[in-house]
């Protein structure tokens, strides 16, 4: 503690002024090269031009703009971000860093105005399907070539320059502008839903989409005012407030907060139209595959990855018993039955399959597991489409005629979102509840046990097989509820619902929201599902649809380079994932600091402090 | 391996009586369907087939189809092993399954129909400029899939070293997921198709009646084997490989430099699964951005089945499955009256992963892995 104190109390005089041009140059061009190849790359993908219909800001700004030239903004802020090392000199932030900022964003910027260049000159569209006209348009501005090569140098550089400057702002400022811009970026996204949801709020867009410019500086002037008079500070302060809470009075606050959004989630979807009920649908049955798959390899640390299988035997339990254009070779006697009924009889199969695919793959190593869970998944759908099975499931042709949930007061059916999301909603309650109450039970530890060491957890008397197991059958049934909900809202049901694609999904879910984290879970597949879309159905950003599984694919990537413990981390897990960074930052500072610049100070902070103390 | 740690004599519990149950019913099942197939061969009416086959009798597998099925299964398997050995070399230096290999097999499949239809247009794919045409699109492959899986590496593993094991794995998937897209996006979603191959090369040979590209598929891919074989044994970089498996903090106190070591794993790794994909397009001569998936998961398989971290292993591994996967739905499934076998070809492969990590986890030849703790 007390190297701690000294530490900080040194920290400001050790800053050191630098000249405005006193840089590393060759390593801000490796960046700015690095940053080129990056917007040439998104260019090619065709995603931002194909996203410029979508305007955001009447006629001067479009969605395809926002997702090219997002990079250098970042890439400037990032740039100017210098990670300070205890005990070394820290630079005083200044002109420099806006040199530097501006440099990246140049060079990244060239990138494109040779790609502009070249798009004119050479004729490669035979392989690349983008290199034409109208993507050099719309980096030019649609302007012509002259104007745009030059117009996107400035452009980045600005940007990139602007970028690094956000660190020479006061801190409250900084908070305020970014706020400010995302603000306006976000009320011109959500356009529609924001439309669906309340309709008066249609004045702030024009006829033709887009925010007018004139509401769009309201917006963003309102957000920049909010935050300037401490809007943002109060919330922090309340949020750490709650975190810190122990005993009878977090329980009351949390009874309030659940409460509290139950009954939002009960109103939400009847004042708002046939779309978003139909996005809450599967967001809802997305997250109650992303709470099974979370006890799997969240609690139980096992990386399923033909989870897909359960769901697939789910829906297809439900619909043979409940469709009458099942397969023709089933026996006479074979029962059909109202929906609830079939839901009983799935849910004790998917607890059978779940046995019987866990039962060979329990003992194998991790990644072996992993593989052969994945062959698990393809083998049950091969089954589902193969002419063998065809008398049994129709293969390609599916299950169809599946009747709606028949409850008698009320139906649940497809045509009728807002019946299924009641009905996913009562079976998420169930989920997060079971869930829950797991993770604090004996079967919850055993399973954190075994995913933090597995010899160590049969030293201690765990019976390693039948945990493990426990934990395929309980994610087999969580799955299930699911494939029961999604056959009853379909009304039909085909192989091609059930690709790895959809395991893949599930899997980024729980990865990104942060693997064995209820409220994560949540967070995950609102923001994932609800926003960009799941495999096939459409998002909030219907629009992002042709390129939502690039970004499935970057985003899984980037989390686990930058924060595999997700979105909002468990504590425990995030713990196991930054052992050794925790350990060699309490043994280099004493303690871990909590003021950390990057943001994940705050999540953090619960976890520090047992820490460092047991490392001192 | 886990197995090794339960106390003994603690009994066997029910979950072991499962797995018997289904090693002998697998091992039942390849049996009796072998019988069956060579009951059939010898009279296709008996009263086994009759029964399997609703009544009628089955139909005899002739030599020709015999022939056919197995230069299928070897040319296919050649592919496999080749994949398979970047799965084996990097699981036996990193210890993880890199999913994403597949992928560096389609990039370099892709490669090769861009190259292909180019040197096509300008009228060198036919004739007798086709074999250095061939020659040059191999070497442009294979220098694509070397930089792709090395660029991989660099930018998604390498981070991650020393990390709880399942991370890479699944930054792996991740990995794969977005070269998947990033291709459908850059270079449209549909099936590309090579030009068509020279007469000489497609037509039936009429020694053996092999088809001349499947006889080319397995002469390239036994030349790469042994290429790989002399760099990894008799080479010194592939003495540093060996040590790196072996133990990577003792090779680095040996003054072996990991990191490059890592990085030419992956490159050796990246140009087999290039030379693979070449030798995929020429052989089917089409190529979608989803190819690389199933035959990199299978390739995985056939690494799993010659035992991972076994070079040797790998390809004999790769061959078996080719082999298993072209066979078996014709001499095990039809005999025992399964409809529409082709389909079942995938389904196949996966069980036989299954039944040789059930009966023998090690792998048909043994794994070579370092004494480090993998289990």
């Known amino acids: ?616 | 391996m886990t197995t090794a740690t339960r106390v003994k004599g603690a009994g066997r519990t029910n979950v072991d009586r499962f797995l018997t149950l289904l090693r002998v019913f697998l091992i039942g099942l390849i049996v009796i369907g072998l019988l069956a197939f060579i009951w059939q061969q010898i009279d296709p009416g008996n009263p086994f087939a009759r029964w399997t086959h609703d009544g009628e009798a089955a139909n005899r597998l002739t030599a020709d189809q015999f022939q056919g099925l197995v230069v299928t299964g070897l040319s296919q398997g050649a592919m496999y092993g080749l994949i398979a050995l970047g799965y084996s070399m990097v699981y036996g230096v990193l210890g993880f399954i890199n999913f994403a290999h597949g992928e560096v097999f389609m990039v370099a499949a892709f490669t090769g129909f861009i190259m292909a239809n180019k040197l096509d247009d300008a009228g060198y794919w036919e004739g007798g400029s086709f074999i250095p045409a061939v020659l040059f699109t191999v070497l442009i492959c294979t220098l694509v899939a070397t930089l792709t899986a090395v660029v991989m590496e660099r930018v998604a593993y390498r981070p991650l070293r020393g990390s709880p094991r399942l991370i890479p794995l699944i930054t792996s998937i991740g990995v794969s997921f977005f070269i998947q897209n990033a291709v459908i996006l850059l270079f449209g979603p549909g099936a590309k198709s090579y030009p068509s191959n020279p007469d000489w090369l497609g037509e039936k040979r009429t020694f053996l009646q092999l088809e001349g590209t499947k006889i080319l598929v397995i002469v390239v891919a036994a030349i790469s084997m042994a290429g790989l074989w002399y760099f990894v044994e008799r080479t010194k970089t592939g003495k540093a490989m060996r040590a790196v498996a072996e133990d990577k903090e003792i090779a680095s106190l040996m003054g072996i430099n990991v990191d490059r070591t890592i990085v030419t794993t992956f490159a050796v790794g990246g140009a087999m699964a290039g030379i693979a994909g070449i030798l995929w397009g020429l052989l089917f001569r089409s190529v979608i951005a989803t190819t690389g998936f199933l035959p990199g998961i299978k390739a995985f398989t056939a690494a799993v089945v010659g035992g991972v971290g076994n070079l040797g292993g790998a390809m004999a591994g790769g061959v078996s499955l080719g082999s298993a996967e072209a066979l078996a739905p014709l001499v095990l499934l039809e005999p025992l009256g399964v409809d529409g076998v082709s389909q079942l070809r995938d389904a196949v492969a996966f069980t036989l992963l299954i039944l040789v990590l059930l009966v023998k986890p090690t792998g048909l030849f043994g794994e070579r892995l370092s004494s480090e703790d993998r289990a």
Not at chain 1, 248 to 256: G, L
Not at chain 1, 281 to 304: E, W
């Open chain 1, 1 to 616: 503690m007390t190297l701690a104190t000294e530490t900080t109390g040194t920290k400001a005089s050790n800053e050191v002024v630098r000249g405005a041009f006193d840089l590393d140059w060759r390593d801000l061009i490796r960046t700015g090269a690095i940053l080129a190849a990056g917007l040439v790359f998104l260019s090619l993908t065709g995603m931002p031009e194909g996203l410029d219909s979508r305007v955001l800001i009447d006629p001067f700004l479009s969605l395809g703009y926002v997702s090219l030239f997002w990079l250098p903004l970042i890439v400037g802020w990032s740039v100017a971000n210098e990670k300070v090392l205890e005990g070394m000199a820290a630079t005083r932030k200044s002109a420099r860093d806006v040199v530097a900022g501006g440099v990246v964003g140049a060079v990244g910027g060239a990138g494109l105005s040779l790609l502009i260049a070249l798009i004119s000159t050479f004729d490669i569209r035979d392989p690349l399907v983008n290199w034409n006209e109208s993507t050099q348009a719309f980096l030019s501005f649609q302007q012509g070539t002259s104007f745009g090569i030059v117009a996107c140098i400035a452009l980045c550089a600005g940007l990139g320059a602007f970028g690094a400057s956000l660190h020479l702002m006061p801190r409250k400022v900084r908070r305020a502008v970014v706020s400010a811009l995302l603000a306006v970026v976000a009320v011109a996204i959500f356009e529609s839903f924001l439309v669906d949801v309340a309709d008066p709020l249609s004045f702030l867009y024009s006829k033709t989409g887009g925010l007018i410019p004139l509401w769009a500086v309201m917006v963003g002037v309102a957000a920049l005012a909010f935050t300037l008079l401490g809007g943002g500070d109060r919330i922090g302060k309340a949020r750490s407030n709650y975190q810190t809470l122990t005993g009878p009075a977090k329980a009351k606050q949390d009874t309030i907060l659940i409460v509290l959004s139950v009954l939002a989630l009960i109103i939400i979807p009847m004042i708002t139209g046939k779309i978003t009920q139909e996005l809450l649908a599967n967001v809802g049955i997305f997250l109650l595959l992303a709470l099974g798959l979370n006890i799997v390899v969240g609690l139980a640390g096992i990386l399923d990855l033909g989870y897909v299988a359960f769901f697939a035997v789910g829906g297809y339990t439900t619909a043979v018993l409940t469709s009458p254009n099942r397969g023709p070779d089933w026996p006479e006697w074979f029962p059909t039955m109202p929906w609830w009924g079939a839901f009983l009889v799935t849910l004790l199969m998917a607890g059978l399959v779940g046995l019987f695919i866990g039962a060979p793959v329990i003992r194998m190593r991790g990644d072996y597991l992993a593989i052969v869970t994945l062959g698990f998944g393809e083998i049950i759908r091969i089954l589902f489409l193969s002419d063998w099975l065809n008398g049994y499931f129709n293969g390609a042709q599916g299950i169809t005629n599946i009747p709606p949930a028949d409850f008698g007061l009320f139906e649940v059916k497809g045509t009728d979102p807002r019946s299924v999301f009641y009905l996913v909603l009562v079976f998420a309650a169930i989920s997060i509840y079971v869930s829950w109450r797991l993770e604090r039970s004996r079967l919850g530890r055993a399973w954190m046990a075994v995913r933090e060491d597995e010899s160590v957890a049969e030293a201690m008397g765990i019976n390693t097989v039948n945990v493990k197991l426990m934990a395929f059958v309980v994610g087999a049934v969580l799955a299930s509820f699911a494939g029961s909900v999604f056959s009853a809202k379909v009304g039909s049901i085909f192989p091609t619902s059930f690709l790895i694609l959809v395991s893949i999904i599930i899997l980024v879910i729980v990865i990104v929201g942060g693997m064995g984290n209820i409220v994560g879970i949540i967070v995950g597949s609102v923001v994932l599902v609800g926003i960009l879309g799941g495999p096939k159905q459409p998002g909030l950003l219907a629009e992002f649809s042709e390129y939502k599984l690039l970004i499935y694919g970057a985003l899984l990537i980037w989390m686990m380079l930058q924060r595999p413990e997700g979105l909002v981390p468990n504590a425990r897990r995030s713990r196991e994932l930054h052992q050794d960074e925790f350990l060699q930052d309490a043994w280099l500072k004493g303690k871990v600091d909590d003021a950390d610049e990057n943001g994940n100070g705050a999540e953090n902070g619960d976890v520090a402090p047992g820490l460092a103390g047991g490392a001192s």
